[in-house]
């Protein structure tokens, strides 16, 4: 209500605390601006200086419908990378760019902003924090709390920032990732018909298709949700879909790829990764072979209660529901999931499969379900499998 006068304040008050209640967030869904979301050419906007057009561009960008992954809530990508807290922000982020000057600095503080500053032309005309909590409050819960509340939100590192540019944005460092986890762990230069298994097709894991046909291998990638999966088919970034197991396997006993890379889609309803990664483990165990090289996950394993990981058990729409009704219920079989996925990546691990940490919390969240990532003779901060930043990427 800080953003309110007085006098309108009993009206917001009640809607507010409603969509509290619904959503878990205040959104202001009344304030969400009736124009189409996009980014406009730089000339179009009204501002004092091109560098707040340049700045309201990349904003409406980050909220367009066709980039962000779900724009209602202002979320850009990953599940809970917002631009702003709420629809409020928007409006007077936009009407501080419009009157800024090349004397003036804007400071947004976590989705708020604090006003224009006075400053100089050599000065930058934006300084952006996000996700501010004091270290000692900066517990799960009582982030979840402050976000609650908004007075804080998590940026994701180009959703906050306004910078956003999809799955190209990361392809390079995907590619590179992927070429020389192949150079690392197979000791090969060329993965023609070699075989990378990995989750996610939201707005950075998207990219993980695409890399896998450039070095040359065969990218097999578990999504879940059917509107990113055609989101991602229908912008060329995938080949083949499939919601079939058996042919996914099929496909992957072809002899006949060269050197032609190609991606594999897995849509699933109530197997999703976990039936990827089971089908795998069983084929190795009933026919003693490894049909799979290389693996990973880019599934939004920092926020796996609220969308970032969905359970095998449940179908998508079954577990969307459950996540809202029964929290609690949910996160259990969330936490099961992440048990016996780890458990199928470790026996597949016995063999001549390589897996690693994609910087997603992946074997954080495992570990705290119980699964047994631990590196054995090590503390507990070590993990059986490494990160690609240090790992590969280093």
Known sequence: LRYFPP??????????????????????????????????????????????????????????????????????????????????QFWLTMSYLAQMTEEQTLVMYSGHPLGLFPSSPEAPRLVITNGMVIPNYSSRTEYEKLFAMGVTMYGQMTAGSYCYIGPQGIIHG???????????????????????VTSGLGGMSGAQAKAAVIVGCIGVIAEVDGAALMKRHRQGWLMEVTDSLDRCIERLRCDTWGSVGWELLISASHWW??????????????????????????????????????????????????????????????????????????????????????????????????????????????????????????
């Open 7 to 88: 006098d309108v304040q009993e009206v917001l008050a009640p809607e507010f605390a409603q969509e509290l209640r619904l959503y878990g967030h205040i959104y202001m869904y009344r304030f969400c601006p009736d124009l189409e979301m996009r980014a406009y050419p730089v000339e179009r906007y009204p501002c004092r200086t091109r560098a707040a057009a340049a700045i309201m561009l990349m904003i409406m960008n980050n909220l367009d419908p066709a980039v962000a992954q779900f724009p209602q809530e202002l979320v850009t990508y990953g599940g809970n990378g917002q631009v702003f807290s709420n629809w409020a």
């Open 273 to 394: 990764l976990l039936g990827v990664w089971g089908r795998l483990v069983h084929e190795l165990d009933t026919t003693g072979e490894l049909l799979v090289d290389l693996g990973s996950d880019q599934t939004s394993c920092h926020n796996p209660f609220n969308g970032g990981y969905y359970p095998v058990q449940l179908g998508f729409a079954e577990a969307q529901s459950l996540m809202a009704s029964d929290p609690t219920a949910f996160k259990s079989l969330v936490q099961e999931s992440l048990r016996r996925h780890v458990s199928a990546i470790n026996r597949l691990a016995r063999e001549h499969f390589f897996f690693w940490d994609y910087g997603n919390a992946f074997l954080l969240e495992a570990q705290r379900a119980g699964a047994d990532v631990g590196k054995p003779d090590a503390n507990r901060t070590e993990f059986r499998y490494p990160s690609y930043v240090q790992h590969i990427m280093g």
């Open 174 to 196: 995907t590619v590179l990732t992927v070429l020389n986890a192949g150079r690392r762990y197979l000791g090969l230069q060329d993965l023609a018909g070699k075989v990378f």
